[in-house]
């Protein structure tokens, strides 16, 4: 690695592509995302160490694998942070749909809905909720089921509506959000799109936030798995938050309430006590709280609250891919084959 010397081009800002060997963990090649030709190299002993250092960076855009032994595939697939995931092949050369391509954490934008996926559309795209319909079915979470009977038995007025959102937020979770898809079924190498949970969300409450509005977010963040704070300003008492707190009393530690300002928050958001902030609307979160979550690599969810899935589901995961080949690499968090895979994954709440 050298610059206009080894170049010959006269050009100082010019450098040749190289490797840097003895990267110590922590320093600033380790720690840097370079848009150059530049190849860190670090030493590690164990799978796990190393999956450690990938993840200390914060970026996590995409990341590969060579491996024969699938017990390293499995452990590092759920464990490394990163959008897309390759097993025993090249790291690039993503292809729409069959790899959609986007990051976690620092390498991610807005809510990180991946470039080539089906739902990237969507984030470009208003919404609004016009088919109230009937519900019909039974609630499979039980937890779910517990709170819309207790709404119903209070005979609150959103009780049915609520109803309609959890059975729409199962339905798109058990077709869509909770399942691996692989499009293509190639031979020879496998492609999987799944979406992770987001270990934890703030659902932020605002004085004007509807029954609703509250009641949904917190359907949606049980139904996807993720831990629920749900955050309240001080001395701004919510008649429906009181409710909730009684009605999930046997959520026990899936659930919490906490009162909290708009700096509070910030702080929380910065000392990473939350993945991901679900406010009921846009005009509802200040800057501050933008800026908190963006520098954590989290982001700010203000999108109306809907009783249909679609960004209520989505607003709770991640997307990822895997990939892996019968030879080399994946991407999106996939299980490879006895060859190899690609994997890609979306994080969601």
């Avoid at 450098?15 to 110590?24: D, F, L, R, S």
């Avoid at 790899?99 to 609004?128: H, T």
């Avoid at 959000?177 to 020879?188: A, C, E, M, S, Y």
């Amino acid at each position: 690695m050298g610059s206009d010397a080894a170049t010959g081009s006269g050009n100082p800002n010019l450098w040749t592509p190289g490797i840097k060997y003895g990267v110590k963990p922590g320093n600033y090649t380790h720690m840097t995302e370079f848009f150059g030709p530049v190849l860190g190299v670090m030493r590690f002993e164990k799978l796990t160490e190393a999956v450690a250092r990938v993840n200390q960076t914060g970026y996590g855009l995409t990341s590969g694998l060579e491996s024969l032994d699938e017990r390293e595939w499995d452990y590092w697939k759920n464990h490394v942070r990163a959008g897309n995931l390759y097993i025993n092949r090249v790291t690039t050369g993503a292809v729409v749909l069959r790899q959609p391509f986007g990051g976690l954490g620092k390498s991610a934008f807005g809510p990180g809905l991946k470039a080539g996926s089906p739902n990237y559309v969507a984030q470009f795209m208003n919404f609004q909720e016009t088919d109230t319909g009937k519900a019909e079915g039974s609630l499979e979470n039980p937890a779910l089921a517990s709170l819309v009977q207790g709404l119903a038995s209070r005979q609150h007025p959103d009780a049915k509506r609520v109803l309609r959102a959890a059975l729409s937020y199962e339905r798109a979770f058990r077709e869509e959000f909770g399942r691996d898809h692989d499009h293509f079924k190639l031979v020879g190498q496998d492609n999987f799109r799944r979406y992770l949970p987001i270990p934890s969300i703030r659902v932020r409450i605002h004085s004007a936030d509807s029954a609703f509005d509250i009641f949904a977010r917190v359907c949606a963040g049980r139904v996807a798995g993720c831990h629920i704070t749900v955050s309240s300003p001080p001395g701004q008492a919510h008649p429906a938050v009181t409710l909730l707190e009684d009605l999930t009393e046997s959520w026990a530690g899936a659930i919490e309430f906490v009162e909290e300002s708009d700096e509070q928050l910030a702080r929380a958001l910065r000392d990473g006590q939350a993945d991901r902030v679900r406010f009921a609307a846009p005009g509802r979160a200040s800057d501050q709280k933008f800026s908190a979550a963006g520098e954590m690599g989290g982001i700010a969810v203000c999108t109306p609250v809907s009783a249909k899935a679609g960004w209520s589901c989505s607003g709770t995961c991640a997307s990822k891919a895997l990939a892996s080949t019968t030879t080399a690499t994946a991407t999106w968090a996939c299980v490879p084959t006895k060859s190899a895979r690609r994997c890609s994954d979306q994080e969601v709440a």
